[in-house]
């Protein structure tokens, strides 16, 4: 089937714009995870949703970045004001369900450059 | 604190030698799970494995292995006759399974690169 998909894969934008980065997880699976990964480092815990609650929000790093999933399924970040600090892979990753159930599934990612 | 370290940055073989790459975790807890991911230069990270606390057996799968040591907090990872197609970063990273924390988030590791040379 499917794997996760993340749209689009490459996000130019300018200082100071708003962006939206979205996210398609695998069919059925009612957890959803957005990491982000800087250049040479692993990827950073953001927010983990559970079905359309965001049940830990605790690695935003600022009321910059917001996400929703309003109907249990795709989900969408949103980055206001970007900086150019925010220029990094965004990674979202799905799993079946839920807490302890221990594999995400990564999608391809979303290349975002702030110039 | 939950911790994963991967000391080797990068590590450069010729194709077919056997190749370990370490992971250390350190945890507050008794149960969690550890897991290894690849990332080729494509950028997607690829599920490889999963344990959880209470298995400490070593598993093999192809020429992939891996062993867990609780006593020393570490969970490393073999490639045998190691092939270009296995370059690649690799990442172990750990998750925490409490009832009282309200996630499951992975921590990461720094990764370490792997060339593997014809």
């Known amino acids: 089937g499917a794997g996760v998909s993340q749209t689009p894969s490459n996000k130019v934008t300018e200082k100071g714009k708003y962006v939206e980065l979205r996210c398609d997880p695998i069919s059925g699976h009612t957890a959803l995870y957005w990491y982000r990964q800087s250049l040479g480092q692993g990827p950073e815990f953001l927010i983990y949703f559970q079905g359309t609650g965001a049940a830990d929000d605790s690695g935003l790093p600022n009321d910059r970045f917001f996400a929703v999933r309003p109907e249990g399924s795709v989900s969408t970040l949103k980055i206001q004001r970007t900086e150019r600090g925010d220029s990094a892979v965004y990674l979202c990753a799905s799993s079946s369900s839920g807490r302890f159930s221990g594999t995400q599934y990564f999608g391809p990612g979303t290349r975002l450059t702030v110039l | 604190a939950q911790k994963v370290t991967q000391a080797q940055t990068e590590i450069s073989v010729v194709e077919k030698e056997d190749v370990t790459l370490d992971c250390v975790y350190e945890?507050?807890?008794?149960?969690?799970?550890l897991f290894w991911y690849k990332q080729p230069p494509s950028g997607e990270l690829v599920f490889l494995i999963r344990?959880?606390?209470?298995?400490?057996q070593n598993e093999i799968s192809g020429r992939y292995s891996w062993n867990f040591q609780k006593s020393t907090s570490s969970f490393n990872f073999t490639i045998t006759a190691s092939q270009v197609v296995d370059s690649a970063v690799y990442f172990c990273?750990?998750?925490?399974?409490?009832?009282?924390?309200?996630?499951?988030?992975?921590?990461f590791g720094t990764g370490t690169r792997l060339q593997v040379f014809p």
């Open positions: 945890t507050r807890d008794t149960t969690y799970y």
């Open positions: 990273a750990l998750s925490e399974a409490n009832l009282s924390y309200n996630t499951d988030k992975l921590i």
């Open positions: 344990r959880n606390s209470f298995d400490e």
